[in-house]
């Protein structure tokens, strides 16, 4: 089985910045893509960015050119800078990989247990 586990939510005002990260262990033999999804009260979960193995990276239009995806391969991590925050950010953060845990096994999705982030005027 895989486990994520995130961290670095929080409370912060209007244009502040927080760290998100998310580490991923247990049985894993690939990971594809690791990424991050949000999901505000009252509203579907929505993806705010994802990075695959080899770098590649997509935003969300809403946090382009402020929130920035990292990975570190090696220790099976992601991370998400957020900076500029708007209230409008506020939402569960959650961490989501894609991955097989044994040679020639099914790809399945994973999902961390959700960090809040919550954005004051």
């Known amino acids: 089985q895989v486990q994520l586990v995130e961290s670095g939510g929080g409370l912060v005002q209007a244009g502040g910045s927080l760290r998100l990260s998310c580490a991923a262990s247990g049985s894993i033999f690939n990971i594809n893509t690791m990424g991050w999804h949000r999901q505000a009260p009252g509203k579907q979960r929505e993806l705010v960015a994802f990075i695959t193995s080899g770098g590649s990276i997509n935003y969300a239009d809403s946090v382009k050119g402020r929130f920035t995806i990292s990975r570190d391969n090696a220790k099976n991590t992601v991370h998400l800078q957020m900076t500029s925050l708007k209230p409008e950010d506020t939402a569960v953060y959650y961490c989501?990989?894609?991955?097989?845990?044994?040679?020639?096994?099914?790809?399945?999705?994973?999902w961390g247990q959700g960090t809040q982030v919550t954005v004051s005027s």
């Open positions: 989501h990989t894609f991955a097989r845990t044994v040679v020639g096994g099914v790809w399945t999705n994973f």
